[in-house]
């Protein structure tokens, strides 16, 4: 695995010369704009959702953004939506505007933290034009405790509740705790295809890699143990980021 080895840069500190230029906002609080990169099932989301209150700044996730938009029906939203109805992609430059709005919001005054953007060097160039990333998260979890997690995965096909095998275990097999649906594993997470997903991550993800880490500190965040609780894994991230002073 490319990403969990030689490949990833190192802790920061021979990025730490930038600090010096962090941006301190009228209220003595350092502007925090970070972005996440993880592998699929390393919990991205979940982290990024936790760091983004201990931080007190926006996690924005491009998923979520899309569905926002499709609801709001505004002129950017039906655009967003009739790419999503389709089945296609939303093209960069629709996306780079949907972003820009919703980081112009008071609730990201105090920065952000992305998940799910930018997926490609054109749309890292394009996020370059509307605001200063100020450090890179990058999650670094072993093949096998995503393997692991995502194979024992099991989805609810009436109310989408997702449950784990191993960790969190439904009270009656193949049946919700919280609808009596039927819970069923999604294609995509059987071992080969997770495997296939992680491939595909490690493809798209190194050249962005290789586009900040030459701009901006990483804080690398290695998950080794496969129950490890997500409050160890923020709290690991913090304290990096303090040690990068950047908050
Ligand atoms: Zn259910």
């Known amino acids: 695995m490319g990403l969990n080895t030689a490949s990833v840069p190192n802790g920061g500190e021979s990025c730490s010369q ?17 972005i996440m990169f993880g592998p699929p099932g390393s ?12 931080l007190e ?25 009739d790419f999503l109805n389709k089945g296609e992609l939303v093209p960069d430059e629709i996306t780079i505007e949907v972003l820009k709005e919703r980081i112009s919001r008071p609730d ?21 034009k509307i605001a200063r990333i100020d450090a890179i998260i990058l999650l670094i979890v072993p093949e096998w405790i ?20 191993k960790y969190l275990k439904p009270k009656r097999e193949g049946v919700c705790d919280k609808c009596g649906g039927e819970l069923y594993q999604r294609e995509d997470d059987a071992p080969q ?4 997903r992680l491939k595909i991550y490690e493809r798209q993800t190194q050249p962005l890699i290789d586009f900040y880490k030459v701009k901006v500190p990483f804080v690398n965040a290695e998950c ?16 990096k980021l303090r040690k990068l002073n950047l908050i």
């Open 193 to 196: 295809v997770i495997k296939e």
């Open 108 to 128: 990201c005054k105090k920065g952000f933290i992305l998940d799910g953007y930018p997926r490609t060097l054109e749309q890292a160039w394009a996020l370059d």
């Open 146 to 165: 995503i393997i692991e997690r995502l194979s024992n995965r099991r989805v609810c096909r009436s109310c989408g509740a997702i449950y784990n095998l």
């Open 18 to 34: 930038r600090v010096g230029t962090a941006h301190i906002l009228k209220c003595g609080k350092k502007e925090m704009k970070l």
């Open 224 to 239: 080794n143990e496969i129950d490890m609780p997500p409050e160890v894994m923020v709290e690991s991230i913090m304290q």
């Open 43 to 54: 919990g991205k989301g979940t982290y990024a959702s936790r760091l983004g209150s201990r």
């Open 57 to 81: 700044i926006a996690s924005v996730s491009t998923g979520d953004l899309f569905r926002e938009a499709k609801k709001q029906g505004t002129e950017l939203g039906r655009r967003v939506a």
